[in-house]
């Protein structure tokens, strides 16, 4: 278990020594939050530091985590993610919903004597095919729409789980 003294020293370590200043800590059930502000830098919010591993994630101060800490406690703890949906209640919302977090897909081809993937965005029609087969697994997940997936849960429309997204190139 981290404390809150060695949180802030991997806090610390992660960021540029001369423009980073530290805040009071904020305790999280599962990590410690240090509010930070940085000279010539205003995107970054804080850092989180899991209690149980020391990893620190970056809060910008555009994403919903930045606004509703409680979020990485219920599991977002990682800036992408693989979005899986097990269940349905609502496929249009749904789709759109998936679409707009932007999962991406990799193409692979060969041409020139060479093979080449492609990272690209999923079409609507790639995610409809996809959610005719349960579970249906979405990569690629951005962490700047966990508010809108929590939002779609608490409306019923779909049941899903979210881990860290980790692409193998």
Known sequence: MIDEPAARDIALAKLPP????LGAAR????????PCVMRDIDTLAGVI???DDGRPLHVMSDSPMANDLTLYDRGYQFHTYDLVVLATED????????????PLIVD???KFERVYRVRRPLTEDEIRERLQSL???F????????DRLEAAREAGWL?????EYRPKD
Request: charged share 15%; aromatic share 18%; net charge neutral.
């Open 135 to 137: 579970p249906a697994v």
């Open 139 to 146: 990569g690629g997940v951005s962490a700047y729409h966990l």
């Open 18 to 21: 001369e423009k980073a200043v």
């Open 91 to 102: 496929i249009e919302h749904t789709i759109r919903l998936v679409h707009d977090m932007g």
């Open 27 to 34: 305790e999280l059930a599962a990590g410690w939050f240090f």
């Open 159 to 163: 049941t899903f789980k979210v881990f």
């Open 108 to 110: 692979t081809y060969y």
């Open 49 to 51: 530091v899991n209690k």
